[in-house]
Each structure stands twice: as C-alpha cells, then as structure tokens.
C-alpha cells in the first residue's frame, strides 16, 4: 500500500505536500477524516507541483488542458507552468543519439551542435545537419526520464486510489481521470507517437479550400532515423510568432485569418487537432510562411461532436442559454440526474453578462470555458477532448489578439461557419447526401404500412404494452410506506390509549385494572419509540 512504502521518493512527496500546507492531504495521509476535500490554492498547487520536479510540471500542463475539471483560477495558474529545466550535458546525450542510431554518429550526420537550442522535462532539442547536406532537429529523450516517470506515475496511481476513498473521489471518477492523466504522461515517452501525429496534421494541412496551404509548415519527420527515444524532423528557421517584427497590419491580418482557418480545419472538418498552440509552438519563418511545432499533444472530434461544437457556437453567438444546455447534455458522457431549468438558469445567467456587448467585444473561449465549468459544476462529466477543445481555442485566441490586437473573432470565423453547416446539411458530396436520403425515405415507405398494421393489431387485442421509466420514484415510494407506518403506529398507540382509558373507567374487577395498566404501558412504550424514530430521521419540523 501506497502509505507503507518508504522509497525516497515517496517520503519526498509526502514532505513537499505537507511542508506547502495542503491541510487535506495532510488529514488523508494521516488517516483523519478527509469526506469535505479541498484543493489547495492555485498558487500552492503551482509550488507544489514546481518542487515535486519536472514529470510534475508536464503534468501540471496536462491538468491546464480540462477546464472542464477545475476552475479559471487553476487553469490559468496551471497554463504558466514552464519546463524550466537545464539541458543534460552533451556526453550523456550523445550516449543516447548513438543507441538510436543504426549507423555510426559520424556517419549520419555532419555535424551536431552539442548546445541545446531548448530543453524540456522529457527531452533536449538539438540542431544537426545531416551527411547529404539537409539541416534537421534532433529531439532527444532525457536519459533515465522512463525510470522516473514510471516511478511518479505509480505514486500518483497510489495517491488517486486513497482520493477515490472519499465521496469526492468517487463523484469525479479521480481514478479513470488520474489513468487519462498517466496514460498521456505515458505517451510522451515514445516520440515514435508524436512523428506520426506530425505526419498526419501534415497531410491534413497539406490541402485546404479556406487557405492557401503553401503559407503553413510543418515540419517533416525522417522516418530512417526516429525511434521511440530519438525524434528526427526538418529544421525550421524562424522566430515565436508574436517576436516577428512584422511593420505591415495587412500582414498581420493575413497571418491571423490563415491561423483561425488552418485551426478550424482542424477542429470542424479533419477532426484531428494541434492541441497546444500556445506562442513557442507557432513560428514566423524567414521566408513568410508560418509553422506549427511541437504536436506531442492533440485532441481528436468525431463527426457528432463535431457537430454538436458548431451549433454550440451559433449558440453563444445568439447567446441562448437554453439551446447551450441542450447541447452541453448532448455532449455528456455521463451525468446524474440534471434539473435542466437549472442548468438553463446558470447558463443565461453567465450569458447575461455579454448582452449589451457587441459581437466584435465577445471573448468565445473565456465563454466556453464557462460553459464548461456550469457544466460541471451540474455534475455533468464532458469527454476529456471537451478540454483540449477549449484550450486550443483559448489559446489560439489569445496569440491572435497578441499578435493582432485588432482581431475580430466573429469576423474570422463568420465565412467558416456558414460553410460548416452545409457540411453538415449535405456533407462533401451533396449527390451523395441526397440519394442516402432518398434511400432512407424509401425504406421509411416501405416498412411503415407493415408497422402501422402491426401496431393497430395490438392495440385491438390489448397486447400493447408501454415501458414507462420515471426517476424518483424509489425515494417517493420510501417516503410514503415511512409516513403509513408511522400513521398506522399512531392510530394503534391512540386506540391503544382509549382502549385501556375504557376498561379503566369500568372495572370492578384487580384483572380488569391490570389489562388497563398493560395496555397504557404498551401503547406509552410505542409512542416513546415513534416519538424517538421520528426525532432521529430528523423531519420533525
């Protein structure tokens, strides 16, 4: 068990928790009373996870990708976790280059730069040129960064399970989530993942009717030398995009739209997403055009989801709180039982705020994050790429108001929209579409006539029965057989009463006077527990 373990590792954990002060850790691990958990504040979450080290750091970014599990406070102090970390000395990377490699070092390469141009708590990236000339990326996995993650993952395994415990653990599933958490952390380690992800948003980006796709890069991988440790790619020359000095607004605005489509595309037509493009992931080259990097982490929409996200955003644009909980409940995993006049009264109250706003003046991710924690703050468990959703939009978004203040967010995605829905009306092929429907009206005309002579047949033979679910019911059910058992009590203890009240006042007789005193204890007795069952359900008021 977690608790009894003593490795190193887990004692550090323990001293960070409780050197930062989280209280209801401290309860937990000391086996107190933990049923009203609280999370530590965003800024102590923050420490803790920076002192915890680097694994807990990535983690902590993946945690900043589900607004729709905590609260704008915590996704905002999450979203400014860095892998600050100092690169690993060449000697050992070059240890670990040469184990990947099936060629001798200075045989594949001409030459590789022993600085590391960035460094991050699973890998280093270094630049290299290759035998034939071309200049590539190298992305080494820190060595020893298995071990440790596999280590972290089990102790985080370990602490969810003891959360799952409470009624908060269980109310919020903590153990599938802490599996989607580690499962990601998981993936990070085999960069084999992350160069067929490139490949795809690649193939994916590489044709388009809403931009030119020539303007937008993204980096080849070198199929030859990658491995699930060693990651080759094209170099890409460049800067972040908000340092591109850029003097021209028609530049800017150009640059702006072609991100909103390409990241539109992504999420409404390819269903398959760059799902971090915050400013270090986007790059102006030199030669104009722009690069996404980095797509270790992506997010995947079905075709309903889909569309289920492009009315949700004609929602917002009409600001109907009520077709947004219709939807939010169309895009629920699973939930409790939901008031939905509720769940509709806390969306048009959040929507309120941005009735005598313009179109122009709306900020659409701050609103769909919003949307997300009414949503689970009515217990209603959203899909964990709702999250991702709703951070790459965020921070789409907010590079594009850094880069272009003069955005207009309705003016970018207005033109998309409309195409959208008559994708979904339609589809690619409008033929097609047409004569699926007129294949699925002949059918309708076909069965119909069958199914109407059956459905009389039975109700004239009185063999139709309906199948009516109605929850609530149970706890109705209980409440009233307790209300006639304890009117049934009363009516025995007051018949009881006058019973021996009677025989009292008639008797002539010691066994007449012994009945009465037996009948006024019993019916005394009976009162007492009723009196006492009823002061203990707590309904006496």
């Known amino acids: 068990m977690f608790l009894t373990q003593t490795v190193p590792r887990q004692r550090e954990i323990i001293e960070v928790l409780l050197r930062n002060g989280w209280d209801y850790m401290r309860r937990l691990l000391t086996g107190g009373k933990a049923d009203e958990p609280q999370l530590p504040t965003p800024a102590v979450l923050k420490n803790i996870l920076v002192d915890l080290g680097p694994v807990y750091v990535k983690l902590g970014q993946l945690m900043s ?33 040469r184990k990947q490699l ?32 071309r200049e590539v990326a190298l992305k080494v996995q820190r060595p020893g960064i298995d071990i440790t993650v596999a280590q972290d993952i089990a102790l985080i395994q370990g602490i969810a399970d003891l959360v799952a415990r ?40 590489s044709q388009s009717r809403w ?20 990651l080759v790619m094209e170099w890409l020359d460049g800067v972040p995009l908000l340092s591109a000095d850029l003097d021209s607004d028609k530049e800017r605005k150009a640059i702006t739209t ?57 929602a917002i644009v009409d600001l109907d709180a009520q077709r947004c909980a219709q939807l939010t409940l169309q895009l629920a995993e699973s939930t409790q039982p939901v008031i939905m006049v509720k769940l509709e009264n806390d969306y048009d109250r959040m929507l309120r ?23 689970r703050n009515n217990k209603i468990r959203l899909p964990s790429n709702m999250g991702l959703y709703a951070k790459t939009l965020a921070n789409l978004e907010g590079v594009t108001r850094g880069f272009n203040p003069e955005l207009n967010f309705l003016d970018e995605i207005q033109p998309l929209l409309t195409d959208l829905f008559r994708r979904q009306l339609f589809g690619d092929s409008p033929v097609r579409s047409l004569l699926r429907t007129a294949l699925d009206l002949k059918s309708l005309s076909l069965q119909s006539p069958r199914l109407l002579e059956l459905l009389l047949d039975r109700i004239t033979s009185e063999s139709l029965q309906w199948n009516i679910s109605v929850r609530g019911l149970d706890g109705l059910r209980r409440t009233t057989d307790d209300a006639a058992n ?26 007449l006077s012994f009945l009465s005193n037996v009948l006024f204890a019993t019916a005394s007795l009976l009162g007492l527990w009723l009196i006492i069952s009823i002061l203990r359900s707590g309904r006496l008021r």
């Not at 270090?280 to 080259?285: D, K, M, V």
């Not at 009735?355 to 997300?372: A, D, G, P, R, T």
């Not at 007051?494 to 010691?510: P, Q």
């Open 65 to 97: 990708t589900r607004p729709d599990l905590l609260s704008a406070a915590y996704i905002e102090e999450l979203s400014t976790l860095q892998d600050e970390v100092p690169p690993v000395p060449w000697a050992d990377v070059e240890v670990v280059i």
């Open 102 to 133: 099936k060629r001798p070092l200075e045989e594949t390469f001409a030459t590789v730069n022993a600085i590391a141009v960035a460094a991050g708590s699973i890998a280093q990236t270094h630049k290299a040129i290759l035998a034939d000339g």
């Open 166 to 205: 409470t009624e908060f653990g269980q109310t919020y599933e903590i153990k599938s989530i802490a599996e989607e958490f580690t499962k990601a952390l998981e993936a990070e380690l085999d960069f084999t993942l992350e160069a067929s992800f490139t490949d795809q948003l690649r193939r994916n980006l």
């Open 211 to 230: 931009f030119d796709p020539t303007q937008l890069v993204v980096a080849e991988i070198y199929w030859n030398l990658t491995t699930p440790k060693l």
């Open 258 to 314: 072609l991100l909103f489509r390409a990241f539109f595309q992504q999420l409404y037509i390819d269903g398959f997403f760059h799902a971090d493009p915050h400013p270090g992931n986007l790059f102006y080259l030199k030669d104009g055009r722009v690069a996404l990097l980095d797509c270790g982490m992506v997010g995947r929409l079905d075709p309903r989801t889909q569309g289920v996200l492009t009315e949700m955003l004609l």
């Open 353 to 375: 705020k941005y009735y005598n706003l313009s179109l122009s003046q709306l900020n659409f991710s701050q609103i769909i994050y919003e949307l997300l924690q009414i949503a």
């Open 486 to 511: 304890r009117l049934s009590f009363s009516i025995l203890v007051g018949s009881l009463i006058m019973g021996a009240a009677i025989i009292s006042s008639n008797a002539r007789t010691s066994q």
